[in-house]
């Protein structure tokens, strides 16, 4: 079994060590030192990868410490040994996912389905380079990354020994690891299949610059990990005049020239959704098929977006008014970013009652930023235990 | 033009000549059988209807006849058959955590196909049936109802020989007793050779390297299935040919491009390397930002248009092959029509969607 089974970072712990190591307090010093110094080292050493710098910017003691502000008062402790089954598709997530239980105390095991994606290796060659320090040694101990096989009956056997587990993935996965035998009082914390979708009110872009503007914004949210990451818009709710659409595409194919060029690969993808999407809506009309693709659906359902392989595919569905949001919609709408809509609206449309999904409404643009609220779960209080002192 | 004028005309289409007709002509004897197959398919499939059907027929030229994206077929089971009609689903060989693509077939179609597959491999190993080494597996063929396009493949070339042998064993290895066994047989008589490019070469012709050479030098060497991997270790079509003829004396070797969605009408390769379109079919190359056609010469995605196909619409195909038509009706070989060169394949998307952290088996 263990010959599958790949430690990752040498200077981190490993199958041994990271079930023994003691356990720390949350937001201890060393744990706060540690990820000062690893924000250092990837603002410094990762100028030119764009996701390894917004994950160094997470990090800084400023945004830490804002993290422990947001606590809740009350006296926390570590939930324990906790067992991380981490996505993909976004190759940085791990590493959240990961500190989020680190900034708690507790001890990690994280599993990585690609360490050779170059953004995850150079990650972990960082974080080895900072355990390498001595003074992190009691923090190394205790968080251990490996990769083993999907078929391997590894997550079983660490299954049966953690406290939590924190799992990302398809509702295959999620639902092959929940069905593992667990302690009775292991927690599971699961980010399953979601879509996010983006609410724009036509009306407001009257001219180049605001259409350009919303481009960049949207961009933003849709160039990394090319569309693929559940946080990215691939449904557009267009709201008001639909004048804009058109230049607003045309804005975003010249985003996507400069970054991916032109690609055969993307522009046959975007044939493909759109063929199978004329499958599912017979109205479906393709305003735009270069560099990036839209296509207005007259009747928008979330199982549209079960083909859809990211790489610059939006979904169109014009509204007439917000109060036709709800109908189309889902449970797995994770976030809802927004442009040109009056907050009033948005609390508006959170009290509709058929209202299950939307665990994020944020402008358009920030819709890959990472909170530990994620999914309608606060990650650092379902990682650690509140002791009830009176 | 109904199914049944349809069947008629494909029927006359049979006695023509494969490789004798030009071009001008030939698409004469096309474009009705292609309106009357896009009307059949827009009657009885109705994803088919709604993706394709929004087009003026009867067509007046090849470039109007619509296509389906060769992945549709992974993702709907498209089909213009009652289910208590479907005679045998090909499953193409889909790569691990792939979806693998479904061709219905009939009888009628499965019988096009078969007759058609005749009519071309004739031209390339003659009428008689050889004895037939094939380089797989016999795990591969039989195993169940469910037929993988490799063992579609087989089971349709197996009718061109006789006295079957299986050059690999169950695990994939060189049953070389077997091999010399039928070497020895056959020394001095013509012999069919088939397997699959990448297997021929992987399984069978790299591992000649440390054993003493074949004697097959009246055999025919038949393969296909793309050269990704071989051109991923930089071997090309002469080197393939140089190396096969050195270890296995076969100097007779043919390509041949098909694909699962669209079996029978192969496209195969001539003395001067270039690979012609049968009668029964005919290829276009599109633009694949535009989608709008090319003229010859300039490479793009191959359109794939075959008359065979009643039981599922997969009579035109925009397939992921890129390539180029070098010329019409003027190769040196003498055959008349379209002929082709692939350049590549595009590379297979991988569907990095949440739903890939751990894979289903944990």
């Known amino acids: ?390 | 033009m109904s199914l049944q004028a349809y069947t008629q005309a494909f029927e006359a289409l049979l006695g023509l000549p494969v490789y004798d007709v030009p071009q001008a002509e030939k698409q004469a004897h096309l474009l009705p059988l292609l309106s009357a197959l896009h009307q059949h398919h827009v009657t009885h499939c109705e994803a088919y209807a709604r993706i394709a059907g929004d087009v003026a027929v009867p067509f007046t030229q090849q470039a109007d006849v619509p296509y389906l994206a060769v992945r549709l077929f992974k993702h709907l089971a498209l089909k213009s058959i009652a289910d208590e009609d479907i005679f045998r689903v090909l499953r193409s060989s889909g790569t691990t955590g792939q979806q693998p693509a479904q061709i219905f077939l009939d009888r009628a179609t499965s019988g096009r196909q078969s007759k058609v597959l005749v009519n071309i491999l004739q031209h390339s190993i003659g009428k008689a049936r050889l004895p037939m080494l094939i380089i797989d597996s016999p795990a591969i063929v039989g195993k169940d109802a469910a037929f993988s396009a490799r063992a579609a493949g087989i089971q349709g070339l197996m009718f061109f020989g006789r006295d079957h042998t299986y050059a690999l064993d169950e695990n994939m290895q060189p049953d070389w007793s077997a091999i010399e066994r039928f070497c020895d047989t056959y020394r001095d008589q013509p012999v069919l050779v088939f397997g699959f490019t990448f297997m021929v070469w992987q399984y069978w012709i790299r591992l000649l390297a440390d054993r003493p050479c074949l004697d097959l030098k009246h055999g025919v060497l038949l393969h296909s299935g793309g050269w990704k991997k071989l051109h991923a270790e930089r071997v090309s079509n002469a080197d393939f040919k140089t190396v096969v003829q050195a270890r296995t004396g076969i100097a007779n070797v043919v390509n041949f491009y098909g694909m699962a969605e669209q079996v029978g009408s192969v496209f195969t390769e001539c003395e001067q390397g270039h690979l012609h379109a049968p009668l029964y079919a005919d290829v276009l190359v599109r633009d694949p930002y535009t989608l709008q056609t090319l003229p010859h010469g300039q490479p793009g995605l191959l359109q794939m248009l075959s008359v065979l196909p009643t039981s599922y619409p997969g009579h035109s195909i925009l397939t992921e092959d890129m390539g180029r038509v070098l010329g019409e009706d003027d190769c040196p070989c003498g055959r008349k029509g379209r002929y082709i060169s692939i350049e590549q394949r595009l590379p297979k998307t991988e569907l990095r969607g949440c739903s890939d952290t751990h894979g289903g088996a944990v």
């Open chain 1, 1 to 390: 079994m263990r010959a599958e089974m790949k430690v990752l970072v040498a200077n981190a712990g490993d199958l041994n060590s990271w079930q023994n190591a003691p356990l720390q307090q949350p937001f201890d010093p060393l744990i706060l030192s540690f990820l000062s110094a690893l924000s250092a080292h990837l603002l410094r050493h990762y100028r030119e990868h764009s996701e390894l710098v917004a994950l160094g910017f997470w990090l800084r003691d400023s945004q830490v410490a804002a993290l422990q502000q947001r606590l809740p008062a009350g006296y926390f402790k570590p939930v324990g040994r906790v067992l991380h089954i981490t996505p993909n598709n976004v190759d940085t997530m791990f590493a959240y996912s990961w500190v989020c239980a680190l900034v708690m105390g507790n001890n990690s095991l994280v599993r990585i389905g690609q360490p050779d994606a170059e953004q995850v290796n150079l990650l972990l060659s960082a974080i080895d380079a900072i355990f390498a320090e001595q003074r992190f040694a009691p923090l190394a101990a205790g968080n251990a990354f490996v990769h083993y096989p999907r078929d391997s009956q590894f997550s079983a056997q660490v299954s049966a020994q953690v406290d939590a587990r924190v799992l990302w993935g398809g509702d295959d996965t999620v639902n092959a690891i929940r069905a593992l035998a667990c302690q009775p009082r292991c927690r599971d914390i699961s980010f399953a299949d979601r879509y996010s979708a983006a609410l724009i009110q036509g009306d407001a872009l009257t001219d180049d610059t605001a259409i350009s503007d919303l481009a960049d914004s949207l961009w933003r949210d849709t160039q990394p990990y090319f569309q693929q990451a559940c946080s990215s818009p691939r449904v557009l709710f267009w709201l008001g005049d639909t004048a804009a659409m058109s230049p607003l595409m045309t804005a975003l194919e010249k985003h996507a020239n400069n970054v991916v060029g032109q690609s055969i690969e993307w522009a046959n993808n975007q044939l493909v959704y759109e063929q199978l999407l004329r499958n599912q809506d017979p109205g479906a009309r393709t305003v735009h098929r270069s560099g990036v693709c839209g296509i207005c659906v007259e009747q928008f359902h979330p199982t549209m977006l079960q083909w859809h392989l990211g790489q610059g595919c939006f979904v169109i569905q014009t509204l007439n008014t917000m109060n036709e949001l709800p109908q189309r919609i889902d449970a797995k709408l994770q976030t809802l970013s927004y442009h040109g809509v009056e907050k009033a609206a948005l609390v508006k449309l959170c009290e509709d009652p058929s209202i299950t999904g939307i665990d994020r409404i944020v402008p358009v643009g920030r819709a890959l930023d990472f909170s530990p609220l994620w999914d309608g779960y606060d990650v650092l209080t379902q990682l650690s235990r509140q002791i009830v002192l009176e």
